[in-house]
């Protein structure tokens, strides 16, 4: 019931915005987080923007894993019988 | 994130070597769901098991509500809006499923806001929504009460089952029924709350959790982070979901929610009543609580006996230990909740579990 679809806000309609994922355009309330603009990354919930997508954070996110994972590996390799 | 990245940590969980047996819970039915979905349960090294914890809104939703909503429906012929995850859920004596095989006008709805519209759609009709989640859902619902109060509609109303899931977590570490050593904590729940409402997990009980999101990425660096958090004995709440997730959550929800609702307790299924666990329509909005509305007296809860849905929802059992799983109770013919949700433990199991 929690479920949340990243979709992409193309224009603004009155009170409502449009936004689109993978090429479907639907009409949802934003009044959660009322200082969107358009191209904006958002989380929809049954109809809802809840969250906007920090995409700074997602890069950041990813380089952590990215050195997480080459210091996991050396370790794994200074731990392998010679 | 990156597809060779993601391939490249899932090797690393799949062999990582635990300095000793963890037993992790995760809180949110979403994520009970997408572990299996993803096979991302499938890569847990030797050690690690998963408990499902009360995180589907449906499965611990309590026959009472569902027995409240029906009675209403019968003695007042409105118009019942719901969420289509709740139609097949089994109440004391029937469902709505049921019900509307019978001609109980049943709507099903994606949104808050379309049982508002089905409302301003039919002005002799009295429309009650059931309005079942936790907090991720709470501020839409608070929402559809504002927007029928500004367009004037008085024929809307909700049947509140709202519930908040910090109180529940508490309540299962304060049994101490079942050994949990740290916490997958919800995603979207926390996009509205934030971080910082789950740190007394780390504060006050010395455990840690991690907050993920629900794409197989997600969910491996949270196990990973997790597992790291109790192999390095730091107690904290790490926030893996920070593209989503603030430390304070999404403030603008929150007054919404605030302004529509107050706090009160609840009844979780199998847990029981919980203070401060669940949310009610404040006074000044009386006209939109379903339950002021349209008095009603529904027969007494009936539980069905061999049901061990309750035992599951606080990680007393996996689903197959049920005498019921697979055997009496399928997604076609679920006897209790948790097989009916898409997000239920049961009905993940019954789907990609390897028997």
Redesign the interface.
């Given at each position: 019931?929690?479920?949340?679809i990243p979709m992409t806000i193309t224009r603004f309609e009155g009170n409502y915005a449009i936004a689109t994922a993978n090429g479907v355009e639907t009409t949802v309330?934003y009044?959660?987080?009322?200082d969107l603009k358009e191209n904006d990354k958002v989380?929809v919930?049954?109809?809802?923007v809840?969250?906007k997508?920090?995409?700074e954070?997602?890069r950041?996110?990813?380089e952590t894993?990215?050195e997480?994972?080459e210091v996991?590996e050396k370790e794994?390799k200074k731990n392998m019988p010679v | 994130m990156n597809r060779e990245l993601v391939k490249k940590l899932a090797e690393l969980l799949k062999n990582r070597k635990l300095k000793k047996e963890l037993r992790i819970m995760e809180v949110c039915g979403t994520h009970t769901a997408e572990f299996f979905k993803t096979g991302v349960k499938d890569l847990f090294p030797e050690g690690l098991s998963l408990i499902d914890g009360p995180g589907c809104p449906v499965c611990v939703t309590p026959n009472a509500f569902l027995d409240l909503a029906i009675t209403i429906a019968r003695d007042y012929n409105l118009i019942v809006a719901t969420f289509g995850d709740m139609i097949k859920v089994p109440s004391s004596y029937s469902s709505l499923a049921k019900e509307k095989a019978q001609g109980m006008d049943i709507r099903i709805v994606y949104s808050p806001l379309d049982a508002v519209k089905l409302a301003k759609d039919n002005p002799g009709r009295e429309v009650v929504f059931l309005s079942v989640g936790f907090e991720t859902t709470a501020p839409s619902e608070a929402i559809a009460i504002l927007e029928a109060e500004k367009q004037g509609i008085k024929n809307f109303s909700l049947l509140s089952c709202n519930k908040l899931t910090p109180p529940a977590v508490e309540a299962l570490i304060n049994a101490d029924e079942v050994k949990i050593d740290g916490f997958i904590i919800p995603g979207h729940v926390s996009a509205i709350i934030g971080r910082k409402p789950w740190d007394f997990i780390a504060d006050k009980y010395g455990k840690p959790g991690v907050i993920t999101g629900f794409e197989a990425s997600d969910l491996i660096t949270g196990v990973l982070s997790l597992i790291d958090l109790l192999e390095k004995d730091e107690k904290t709440i790490k926030n893996e979901y920070r593209i989503v997730v603030r430390e304070n959550g999404n403030e603008h929800a929150g007054k919404i929610i605030d302004q529509v609702f107050d706090v009160t307790s609840s009844v979780w299924r199998g847990i029981g009543e919980l203070p401060g666990s669940g949310l009610k329509i404040k006074e000044q909005y009386s006209q939109y609580d379903a339950e002021r509305k349209f008095p009603a007296t529904p027969p007494p809860v009936k539980e069905h006996p061999g049901c061990r849905c309750g035992d599951l929802l606080r990680g007393l059992i996996t689903p197959p230990e049920c005498p019921l799983f697979d055997k009496v109770c399928t997604p076609e013919n679920a006897v209790g909740p948790c097989m009916v949700s898409s997000e239920g433990p049961c009905s993940a199991y019954y789907k990609y579990w390897r028997r």
């Open positions: 019931m929690c479920l949340a309330n009044a959660m987080m009322p989380l919930h049954a109809g809802f809840i969250e997508l920090d995409e954070q997602a950041e996110i990813e894993w990215k997480y994972y996991m794994e | -």
